[in-house]
């Protein structure tokens, strides 16, 4: 007896998976993933190899259903080890527990930032990825002889770093990918060395393992990240609105940034915006981990910003100098960034960006910001906001003191829109009526609030907190922004940036325009933005074209108006970046791996109806006698009614010629014919060479490099002449096999028939 083929075929899958997996391995941070990843895959590969070694058992044609149950129960038993008995067997509790890790795993892959660590999602599904993989390979190699498409399920594996960690993929990560292909390829080989085929096996199979082992402690390490959020899917960071009195506070002004910039306007570097109250503090709102908004990638359109409001594109170049953040300072609204990593993300509410395990320590970037300057007239006439879409930025306490919303609405008793409502609310504020103090409490809580709107004395903190909630009991949405202001010009077109220039301003939101700054604090402290100072007439917003000619005041800024609109429509037309174009939603990576998957798992699907067509193809193409009856045979498996291995090839022919004179109309050609071909092609090989105990189906085997051979006498003796015409009759002959099996089937079963041939697990 010759070695045992499964031998071969199982270890050489095991060898290529383990390769395969210090590959993936740069998607992670540590190997806690690898033992039982490579545990399920090797329990399926042992049960294969058992079930294709033992005769008794590899007569049921069952190694791949075995296998698949093995992997299941295996996965099972490793992704819920606390209902599995012993921590090996599992129980029925264990596959809620086994669908519960799965999912979670489906959020880890979205919640966090490859190198991902080890969680017990992320493990599951790379467990229950390997365990498919391990059953599809091995039956492909093992059964099918067919290594070159098995391949191509190593690229399922390699595809996962591709993907979500293209930054962290290293050289060997390449070379050990190729060389689990190779080992797959070597396969049929290995299988020709008969008696040293275990010798060859073992060497091959240490030679991989320490390749893999080798080669990520020889080389050098990828850089790995702090993990943040890893196991969850939202992102906590520090919330800067809680250290903002701290900076303002310090005797020594620390300078953290200096940047350039193209723009004349002395814009506020923007952290983040906190939009939470719960009474006691403001903090940001934790936001969906998207590892696809890449802000190197660009920003989408910002949140209520029509196409066809006025904006400029301006430039920043930022050297920060002493700032330990995980935000990026940005004017509002950034467009795209460059200089950073790929970990720099943003959240598509805020538009804040973010750092995904880095921060801003001696960082040095470009940002393209859009300078958006809206009109009065323009605010005043936006329509009122979605009040269900903005719910968020309309919350109050419940225990909110009535003096605060009383006030807001004495102060804007005369207004008539939500704009002049928030003008008048802010002219309050800078009336001359408050103090600016850091001796003031530094906290904004409700009673804070209140005691602030009663004394008049506060910070940045205490102005922007009471405008925000004045704002909201009115019914404008409203956020606070977190950062610093311009900062001071220290020559050479350089502003510095220091600690106490931190600073925090009220944004409002008017539909068409978008998120509004607006400035609270005293004039003699921070000037305001044009757009939200009193105008003279605010309750004739119809008269406004009147009003623009008739008052020096609004007549001064409209051709400023018109220079910011006319430069704006020609660089809208002829440069592109004038303009940001809409970008890609932050939703379409996981739309793209959604429509990939889907595809994926249609070319997984279509693979079993691709390689029995490819047989097929290549048996007609060659035309021998005994490749046409051994297709005969496969179509019989495939339909469900498998000729009886016990009869001779004639006695078969007979059968199939009285089944189709019932089944069929006269003309066809009977099988009978078929048989006798492939029977005289058999027993009457010149030479008589053949190999003793040949199984009744086999293929010429001196066609098939890697299947079973003939003894050497009968692969050099020539094979009887098939003549075109009796060629023909013969393609014929398995046609009308083909129409009769057809007619005794059901649709469903020439359905699974055609998708899921059995005959691909026959043993031969």
Known sequence: MSAPRPLA???????????????????????????????????VLAVGAVFRAVPAL???????????????????????????????????????????????????????????????????????LFALVAVLIDGLVSDLHAPKPAGLLLLVIYFIPVLLAPNELRWYHIVLIGLSYLVLLAVPHLEQLRGGLPVAVAVAAAAGLAASLAAPLLLPPAETRQDIGSGRSDLTVVNPFLNLRDNLDRDEDQEVLRYTTTSESNEPLRLTAVAEFDGETWQPSPFPLDPFAVAEDGLPQPPGLDPDTPRMTEELQVAVTGLDQEYLPA??????????????????????????????????????????????????????????????YLALPDDLPGSVGDLAEEVTAAADTDYDRAVALQAHFRSGEYTYSLDAPDEASNDAIADFLEQRTGYCVQFASAMTVMARHLGIPGRIAVGFTAGSDVGDGQRAVTLHNA???????????????????????????????????????????????????????????????APEEDSAADDPGAFPLPQEPAGAPRAILGIGGGLLALLLAALPWWLRRSRRNRRLSDGDPRGLWSEVEDLSVDAGRPLDPADTLRLKGELLQERQERALPEGFVSAAVLASAAERSRYALVGAGSEAGAVAGDEPAPRRHGRRDASPASAASPQPPVGAGERRELVR??????????????????????LLPRSLWRRR
């Not at 004039?523 to 100072?533: G, I, K, T």
């Open 9 to 43: 075929g199982s270890l050489a899958t095991a060898v290529s998976l383990v390769l395969a997996a210090f590959a993936l391995q740069a998607a992670f941070a540590d190997l806690r993933w690898m033992p039982p990843v490579l545990g399920a895959a090797l329990l």
């Open 58 to 128: 590899r007569r049921t044609g069952l190694a791949v259903v075995a296998q698949t149950i093995a992997g299941v129960l295996g996965v099972a038993a490793l992704a819920s080890p606390a209902t599995a008995i012993g921590g090996v067997l599992p129980t029925p509790a264990s596959f809620p527990g086994v669908l519960d890790a799965l999912n979670s795993g489906i959020d880890d892959l979205y919640a966090t930032q490859a190198p991902a660590a080890s969680t017990s999602g992320l493990t599951a599904l790379i467990m229950a």
């Open 331 to 392: 004017p509002y609204p950034p467009v795209r960034a460059e200089g950073l990593s790929r970990r720099w993300i943003y959240d598509e509410r805020s538009f804040s960006i973010v750092g995904n395990g880095v921060r801003t320590t001696d960082l040095q970037y470009t940002l393209e910001y859009l300078e958006v300057e809206p009109t009065p007239g323009q605010l005043r006439t936006a329509p009122p906001p979605d009040r269900a879409a903005m719910a968020d």
């Open 503 to 565: 600073h925090a301003w009220p944004e409002l939101y008017f539909e068409g325009v978008g998120w509004v700054r607006f400035e609270p604090s005293p004039a003699d402290v921070n000037n305001a933005p044009e757009w939200s100072l009193p105008t003279e007439m605010p309750e004739e917003p119809a008269e406004e074209g009147a009003g623009e000619e008739e008052t020096p005041e609004t007549a001064a800024p409209e051709p400023e108006d018109e220079q910011t609109e």
């Open 733 to 754: 002959a398995l046609g009308d096999v083909r129409r009769l099996l057809r007619a005794e089937s059901g649709p469903v079963r020439r359905v699974l028939a055609a």
